[in-house]
Each structure stands twice: as C-alpha cells, then as structure tokens.
Nanobody, 130 residues
Framework: LQLVESGGGLVEPGGSLRLSCAASQSDYYSIGWFRQAPVSGKAREAIACMSSGDGVTYLADSVKDRFTMSRDGDKNTVYLQMNGLKRGDTAVYYC????????????????????????WGQGTQVNISS
C-alpha cells in the first residue's frame, strides 16, 4: 500500500487548502491525516480518520469545526479540506492507512507507537503565514 499526498503550500491566516492523498489500493480498514508541527518535542498527531467500510470520519477537537475529510467513490483518493487556517496549523501533513483496524487512526486513541501498523506517505508541507 503506497500513498502520495499533494496540495500543501503557503497560505495566509484565514485561508483554505485542500490536501489530497492517492492510495495505490483500497484494501485498508482505515485511512487518516496526521500532522507534525515544527515544535521541538511535539508528537505527530492524528487529526482526521475515516473508516474504510462505512466512510465514517472522526476529527480531532482542534480541527473539527474547520477541517473536513472526504473520499472518492473508489476509496483510492481521500481529501482533507482545511478552512479557517491558523498559524498553529503549520506542519507537515501526512496521510496514512492501515490494514490493522477501522479505528487505527482515531484522533482520540492514536499513539505514535502505533505508527508501524500503518503505511505512510511522504508528507506535504503546509505553512500558514502572512
């Protein structure tokens, strides 16, 4: 399972971006978006997760009022629509999918030690600055 993210860039505070993640196959139980902020000691966090079977999504409290996760009908491409971007959203954003469980990437339960259970993209940089 290979994943490729795209859509990152530089936007001003309050702006929007849509990230895309193209998966080489749809044979996974869950797929999610994660981010690693440029802050020393800050762990990579799960911010959005979608169960492959029913398409139910889960969003972290920090983004749930601003970000939306969706997918194409064939499940091979997922998106993260980010609105109302803040400087604190600056990070490298990763897409990852897992054949381990449908809740592997749930923002409330994900821990970095679980990262080995997923397949990861290379990441895309998002910078929020004026």
């Amino acid at each position: 399972l290979q994943l490729v993210e795209s859509g990152g860039g530089l936007v001003e505070p309050g702006g929007s971006l849509r990230l895309s993640c193209a998966a080489s196959q749809s044979d996974y139980y869950s797929i999610g978006w994660f981010r690693q902020a440029p802050v020393s000691g800050k762990a990579r966090e799960a911010i959005a997760c979608m169960s492959s079977g029913d398409g139910v999504t889960y969003l972290a409290d920090s983004v749930k009022d601003r970000f939306t996760m969706s997918r194409d009908g064939d499940k091979n491409t997922v998106y993260l629509q980010m609105n109302g971007l803040k400087r604190g959203d600056t990070a490298v954003y990763y897409c990852a999918a897992s054949k381990f469980s449908s809740s592997w990437c749930h923002p409330r339960f994900y821990e970095e030690e679980d990262s080995a259970l997923g397949s990861w993209g290379q990441g895309t940089q998002v910078n929020i600055s004026s």
